[in-house]
């Protein structure tokens, strides 16, 4: 019953901002690791960010500088602040979660549909 709703994903220039934001929602009770992923070139989904419910985070190589996650804990929300954007950051973003509980019992390895971040040079 639990999912991830993402948005905050648009069109922009060079060197701009955007604020990605991911909702759990489904009477959660505990929720683990959040994080954001972009599809890249690979098979494999690239980390950007990612955030332990105590706050330890971790960044992709290439935003390190650039790009901020934070989490609401209260909310179940978590934030990814992404500054001086660049063409190469163009891609779609997908909000991911290591682990939740609700009442039906624990979930893993949830995803969120994704949100279309474009950076125009």
């Known amino acids: 019953q639990a999912r991830l709703v993402e948005w905050g994903g648009a069109l922009v220039q060079a060197g701009g901002s955007l604020k990605l934001s991911c909702a759990a929602a489904?009477?959660?009770?505990?929720?683990?690791?959040m994080g954001w992923y972009r599809q890249g070139t690979g098979e494999q989904r690239d980390l950007v960010a990612s955030?332990?419910?105590?706050?330890?985070?971790k960044y992709g190589d290439s935003v390190k500088g650039r790009f901020t996650i934070r989490r609401d804990n209260a909310k179940n929300t978590v934030y990814l602040q992404m500054n001086s954007l660049k063409p190469e950051d163009t891609d779609i973003y997908f909000c991911?979660?290591?682990?939740?509980?609700?009442?039906?019992?624990?979930?893993?390895?949830?995803w969120g549909e994704g949100t279309q971040v474009t950076v125009s040079s």
């Open positions: 991911h979660v290591d682990r939740l509980t609700t009442a039906d019992g624990p979930d893993y390895d949830l």
């Open positions: 489904g009477g959660i009770s505990s929720l683990g690791v």
């Open positions: 955030i332990s419910s105590g706050g330890d985070t």
